[in-house]
């Protein structure tokens, strides 16, 4: 038996491909099926099962159509009872699996109500789980994104379900969905994989007995919660289309019209450099999909500025995940068209070029209240968007724009000088540096 693991680093998350003697099961697949069927394909694998450990809250899933293409048997948690036809997981009711396996759901609620983790069993034995939001490397799934009033109970059963899954062998693989950046993980979950053993000696939530106590640790920070999360549990519930596979034309961006969101994608340089006005700024990266729909009206239609060469193909991929289907095409020529810019200089050079320049800092909270930077206005990068520029600050001075390293202080230039500003984006250097400089 092998485990073929594939990395979302951008959503925090992994898939999985279990295969056995030349059969195969795919674990809480995300939507663009493509990568994990060629991987089957190129093994020659045929896929007998597809299962979903939960009603996904950061991704659409690709579980409904990598069944249908393939004809592997589709099993949700019992339930989820979503709105297709599926096989139901029932808790410790083993489901036949290929070449003599077995798989066993187990109740696992905490991160969702429904939430079921997938054991299997190699002659009768337990020797791997998939413990999607559950039990994490080092962490647990978030009990909070059905909202503060039922994020207590669920803390509470998530405390019975990590309890459970540590009742397993120390031997047994743990195959979590959410791992390392993750925002369905309740800490900075590490390593994607471990053992039960390893997190019986190493995971901080397995030695707290008590679950309002467990429930506490859970709660203590809390975490933002994307824009674009309310709209993923209902769309796995009802089903998901397959992904748009043409390829994209390309953009003329006089056709816009206001409906039609620009999504610069290029470079931060390029995008200092000049870019056109009312776009939002996205560098391609890991991230790019997360940050495009948390700051973007859901569903918004969408042209991409992109520079040739660029893997626009991954672009649309990170899109389509999370929702963004309605992608009119990729424009690479800017000339002819108005611009705006803004200065990206690495910290050495922002003190002596703007000595009286006013500091935003776009951090999240807990980052800001772990390494403040004292002096600076205060704004999470989406409440930009949700809650307008801070009043601190003056538009007839240059804005320094801080946060880790550069990334998201770039995208939030975007968006100041939509409303008169002059931003300095800070590259390189993490927030409390500057404060340091200074």
């Known amino acids: 038996m092998e485990i073929v693991e594939f990395s979302t680093p951008g959503l925090g998350d992994q898939t999985y491909l279990l295969v056995h003697e030349g059969s195969g099961i795919l674990i809480d697949p995300q939507r663009d099926i493509d990568r994990f069927l060629a991987e089957a394909a190129e093994r020659d694998v045929n896929l007998r099962f597809v299962l979903e450990t939960h009603l996904h809250n950061d991704y659409l899933s690709g579980a409904g159509a990598a069944a249908a293409r393939t004809g592997a048997e589709l099993v949700l948690p019992a339930a989820a009872a979503p709105a297709y036809r599926h096989t139901p997981a029932f808790h410790l009711e083993d489901i036949a699996g290929p070449?003599?396996?077995?798989?066993?759901?187990v109740h696992t609620?905490?991160?969702?109500?429904?939430?079921?983790?997938?054991?299997?069993?190699?002659e009768g034995e337990p020797v791997a789980v998939f413990s999607g939001g559950s039990l994490l490397v080092s962490s647990a799934g978030r009990p909070d994104l059905f909202g503060p009033e039922r994020a207590r109970t669920l803390a509470r059963l998530q405390h019975g379900s990590l309890r459970r899954l540590a009742g397993l062998p120390r031997t047994v693989g743990l195959y979590p969905t959410h791992g390392s950046g993750s925002f369905c993980s309740s800490?900075?979950?590490?390593?994607?994989?471990?053992?039960i053993g390893a997190e019986l000696d190493a995971n901080p939530l397995l030695s707290i007995a008590d679950p309002e106590r467990f429930a506490d640790q859970l709660l203590a920070t809390p975490l933002p919660i994307p824009a674009f999360y309310p709209h993923m549990s209902p769309g796995n519930t009802l089903g998901v289309p397959p992904a748009p596979r043409d390829d994209l034309p390309e953009f003329d961006l006089s056709t816009a019209g206001d409906e039609v969101r620009l999504l610069d994608i290029r470079p931060r340089a390029a995008q200092a450099a000049g870019f056109v006005p009312g776009s939002l700024g996205v560098a391609l990266g890991d991230d790019f999909g997360s940050w495009a729909a948390w700051l973007l009206p859901y569903g918004a239609p969408v042209a991409l500025i992109a520079e040739r060469g660029q893997d626009?193909?991954?672009?649309?991929?990170?899109l389509l995940r999370v929702g963004f289907d309605d992608v009119r095409g990729v424009a690479y020529d800017l000339r002819g068209l108005a611009i705006q810019r803004f200065e990206l200089l690495p910290l050495d050079q922002i003190a002596a070029r703007f000595p009286d320049a006013q500091t935003l800092d776009v951090r999240m909270p807990h980052e800001r209240a772990d390494r403040p930077l004292p002096g600076a206005v205060e704004r999470f990068l989406p409440e930009l968007v949700t809650d307008g520029v801070p009043e601190d600050l003056d538009p007839g001075t240059p804005v320094v724009v801080a946060c880790g390293a550069g990334r998201r202080a770039a995208i939030a230039a975007t968006i100041l000088t939509r409303h008169g500003f002059t931003p300095v984006v800070l590259e390189g250097a993490a927030a409390p540096d500057l404060a340091h400089a200074a």
């Open 99 to 105: 070449a003599g396996l077995a798989i066993r759901p």
């Open 109 to 122: 609620p905490g991160h969702t109500p429904e939430h079921t983790s997938y054991v299997i069993l190699a």
């Open 312 to 318: 626009v193909a991954e672009a649309r991929a990170q």
């Open 187 to 195: 800490t900075g979950a590490g390593r994607l994989t471990s053992t």
